[in-house]
Each structure stands twice: as structure tokens, then as C-alpha cells.
């Protein structure tokens, strides 16, 4: 027979207590790594991007084209999510509770996941069809580094929105565990 | 106390089973209706973009642009994958059971539908980012019918994107449900 309620804090059995404990322990330091990808990540490519004004005084400027525009825009606010998040995954670490209440925490994490990851490819994208169209024009041939620089900024743009996807993953799982089982313990 | 055992098929218990299939042929009802939408939109969006090759004969077409061939494609596929997705839906409503092994459908299910919402996404940004380009040039003052029906062809794959990313939720969670409880029943 199932108990009625729900298993709140991995049970009141200690030693099944311990071992959820542990379990929950090395899932938060894998989401502590995602966290630290994409934001290492989107401030390269937000870095990256913005670099390309030091070049020569007539080169073209990313403020100048609409997509890059919205790439700098993604990155930059990604890359303060997910300072904010390791900060949270560091407290829930040391603390062993949330930073906010829990449930608001987990419907916090998962929100902001999905929509900033879906935000960062829909940037990503947009600026790769820009790229391929000056590529396609004089610009590329004109100023090379700056099309060179565009390409890295948003390839480390893409390498940012794969590590928030995988974070977007755990963190649904910790939101599905809370809504079957009223606890974000998986055990 | 808990039960080791996985909790499969509703449980034992024959009132809490039948409450269990009608919240999950609720739940089936919500998914096959985000497939039907995803399919119309997405498949609208296909045949918009393919009937701008049948404007004036110099006018410019889709297929001579990458992202446009981009967007064709993602909702070609994701057209396709909508049908299927709702045959099986209703072959689970029907014969309340999934059309192949029910690990097998749930992974399937949850992985084809991260894959093409971003894939879709991606494909409707970087046509986004090529019509705005386009509209910047002269292109769109000679064609402006191309440029409206491309305009409508990306609007609905963003509807088509948003009824995917409501499906791979629901799917999510019951690949969630699945992996804690052993069963993609939620009660």
C-alpha cells in the first residue's frame, strides 16, 4: 500500500533519507556544471560580439544589423541567468534547501530554462541566416575579421543553449518529481 | 510504508485504475489536440511558402534562399511527424495502450518533440532574420506579394512551434512520470 501523502524530503526513513540526500547532492552538482557551461559560454559569445567594434574606424558594427543585435541581447541576459542559477545551485548545495520556497524555485528554474533556451537558438538562428547573407554580399570580403568574429560569437552562442537545454532537462525532471511526488527528491 | 515495486498500470487497486485511465485519456485528449493544431499550422506554413513559386515569372523564390529551404523543410518534417504522432494518439485513446512498447513510445515521443521544436524554431528565426534583410532591400518593394506570403509561411510555423513546445511539455512529463513511477500513469 502507498501512503496517502506526499514524500516530502526523501521520507522519514533516515537511511532511505541519506541515500536521497546523496542522489539529490551529485544531480545539483551536475546542474551546477550545465550552469557553469552556459554561462561561461554566452558571456564568451556576448564578449566575442561586442569585440568586433575595435576594429578598423569604417568596419560594419553589430548595433548596425538587427540580428546580432538580438545574439548580443540573448547572450548577455543568459549569461546573467545562469550566474544567478549557480549562485542558487551553490546555496542548495551548501544549505541543502532552496534558495527561494521550493516550489516557487522549481517552476522558476524550468520557466526560465525553457523560454531563455528557446530565446538564445531563436537568437543563434536568426543570427546565423544575417552571417550567411553578408557572406553571400561584399561585406565578407571587405572586413573579414569582423564575419570571422560574428562566426565564433555565434557558434559559442550555440554551445550556450546546449548546456541550458541539458539544465532545461533536469530541471523539468526536478518540476515532474515535485508535481508526482509533492518532493523535487527523485528517490 | 512505500512499495518497491514500480506502481504499473494504475496500480492494483480497480476504482484507483479506472480514475487513473480517464485522467490519462484526458490528458491523451490535450495531446492529440496540440498535434492536430501543430500539424494544421505547420503544414499551412509548408504549402504558403511552396505557393510562392507561383507568383510572376521573374519573381524571386524560396528555394533560390537558404533559410527559406530551412523553414520549408522544418515544417515539412514537422508536419509529418505531427500526423504520425496523432495516428499513435489515437491508437492509445482507442486501444488504451501505446503503439510500440511503452518505454520505446515515451522516449520517441519526448525526444522527437525537443528535437523538432527546436529544430522549427530555429528554421522560423532564420527565415525571420532573411525577410527582414529582404525588406531592407529592394527586393520587397518589386515582390511585395512574396514577401507578405513568406511573412504568413514563418508566422504559422511560430504557431506550429508553439503547439509542438505545449506537446514535447506534456510528453515530458510523462516520460518524467515513466522514469520516477515506472508506469506513464500520473495517479
Redesign the interface.
Known amino acids: ?3 496517502p501523502q506526499p ?1 516530502r524530503n526523501g ?1 522519514d526513513n533516515p537511511f532511505h533519507s541519506t541515500v536521497s540526500l546523496r542522489k539529490l547532492r551529485r544531480f545539483n552538482y551536475l546542474i551546477l556544471v550545465f550552469r557553469l557551461a552556459s554561462f561561461s559560454s554566452s558571456l564568451a559569445s556576448f564578449v566575442f560580439m561586442l569585440s568586433t567594434s575595435r576594429a578598423a574606424a569604417n568596419s560594419p558594427r553589430w548595433y548596425h544589423f ?2 546580432f543585435r538580438f545574439v548580443v541581447g540573448a547572450n548577455a541576459i543568459v549569461a546573467l541567468y545562469s550566474l544567478f542559477e549557480m549562485v542558487a545551485s551553490v546555496w542548495e548545495i551548501s544549505r541543502e534547501s532552496t534558495l527561494f520556497a521550493e516550489v516557487v524555485q522549481l517552476w522558476f528554474d524550468f520557466g526560465h530554462d ?1 523560454a531563455f533556451a ?1 530565446l538564445l ?3 543563434d ?6 552571417a ?2 553578408l557572406k553571400g554580399m561584399d561585406t565578407c570580403k571587405a572586413w573579414n575579421a569582423f564575419c570571422i568574429q560574428v562566426d565564433i560569437s555565434i557558434a559559442l552562442g550555440f554551445v550556450g543553449f546546449l548546456f541550458l ?1 541539458f539544465s532545461s532537462l533536469l530541471s ?2 526536478r518540476i ?2 515535485f ?3 509533492g518532493s523535487r527528491f ?1 528517490l
Request: hydrophobic share 40%; proline share 0%; net charge positive.
Open positions: 500500500m502507498r501512503s514524500h521520507g538587427d540580428a525553457q528557446y537558438l531563436s537568437a538562428s536568426a543570427g546565423t541566416a544575417l550567411r547573407v537545454g523539468g525532471f515532474a518529481c508535481i508526482i511526488k527523485h
